[in-house]
């Protein structure tokens, strides 16, 4: 289907709520957008993690771990560290 959107003064367009519930879209999920030919299309990033998966060796440490979880512990781990730095200074 077809459905029109308006472009706000900040660049943003709000997604027609029928392609968000069809989408099964979330609030806050990151997604890929991509232009071509005067398209522009948009695919949640989980779809490029599925089709990567395979490809890229995972440590150990990760395995069988969700990616969401993987990513929350990099941060903590990455503001950890800069914490500490930035105290022991």
Do not use: C, H, W
């Amino acid at each position: 289907m077809t459905y029109l959107a308006t472009i706000t003064d900040k660049r943003q367009v709000t997604i027609p709520v029928d392609v968000y519930r069809a989408m099964e879209m979330k609030k806050g999920q990151k997604v890929i957008v991509q232009v071509g030919d005067r398209i522009i299309s948009m695919r949640p990033v989980e779809d490029l993690v599925n089709k990567l998966a395979g490809s890229v060796k995972i440590p150990v440490k990760y395995k069988n771990m969700d990616v969401d979880k993987i990513v929350a512990k990099a941060k903590r781990v990455y503001f950890d560290k800069k914490l500490m730095k930035e105290f022991l200074v």
